[in-house]
């Protein structure tokens, strides 16, 4: 089965705290990097690993990939991090999802099934411990909107 799992760190979660996270912008909470740790991969295989990633511009970009791939064959999502860490694309072909990450020069290919799952447990899974590890996001109209987006994509 198909995973991706994150991480903050204890040194970073107590860091971020201190941000006024109920006044954060869109384009703040999108970015804001928490130096997460996202690993991609199977029970029996890593398949990428990003760290120091902006970990909401992950799951927008899952996102906007999930909502193409029940749209449209033959879609590709690029996700770019504004650091310059990493450029990921996802692109679906007629059974499968391809995922590449340009910098690592990693591509890896897993069934669309297991894509899906993997991204809305994923997204499911941010938007639980991102609640609880900063409750002051309840309070950001913006999150809240951002939130309904990706769940209403995926």
């Given at each position: 089965?198909?995973?991706?799992?994150?991480?903050?760190?204890?040194?970073?979660?107590?860091?971020?705290?201190?941000?006024?996270?109920?006044?954060?912008?869109?384009?703040?909470?999108?970015?804001?990097?928490?130096?997460?740790?996202?690993?991609?991969?199977?029970?029996?295989?890593?398949?990428l690993l990003l760290t120091e990633a902006s970990l909401?511009?992950?799951?927008?970009?899952?996102?906007?990939?999930?909502?193409?791939?029940?749209?449209e064959n033959g879609s590709q999502t690029l996700i770019?991090?504004?650091?310059?860490?990493?450029?990921?694309?996802?692109?679906?072909?007629?059974?499968?999802?391809?995922?590449?990450?340009?910098?690592?020069?990693?591509?890896?290919?897993?069934?669309?099934?297991?894509?899906?799952?993997?991204?809305?447990?994923?997204?499911?899974?941010?938007?639980?411990?991102?609640?609880?590890?900063?409750?002051?996001?309840?309070?950001?109209?913006?999150?809240?909107?951002?939130?309904?987006?990706w769940e209403t994509e995926t």
């Amino acid at each position: 089965m198909f995973r991706i799992d994150f991480s903050i760190p204890e040194k970073t979660f107590l860091l971020e705290k201190s941000r006024k996270l109920e006044i954060m912008d869109i384009e703040d909470i999108t970015y804001w990097c928490f130096l997460a740790q996202i690993h991609f991969k199977t029970p029996s295989q890593s398949l990428l690993l990003l760290t120091e990633a902006s970990l909401f511009q992950i799951v927008d970009g899952l996102s906007v990939a999930m909502k193409k791939i029940s749209t449209e064959n033959g879609s590709q999502t690029l996700i770019d991090d504004r650091y310059g860490g990493f450029i990921m694309y996802i692109e679906k072909t007629e059974e499968l999802i391809l995922i590449s990450e340009e910098f690592k020069r990693i591509m890896f290919q897993i069934p669309i099934k297991d894509f899906i799952e993997g991204v809305k447990d994923f997204i499911s899974s941010v938007i639980i411990q991102t609640k609880i590890l900063f409750p002051n996001l309840n309070l950001n109209q913006n999150y809240i909107n951002a939130v309904k987006n990706w769940e209403t994509e995926t």
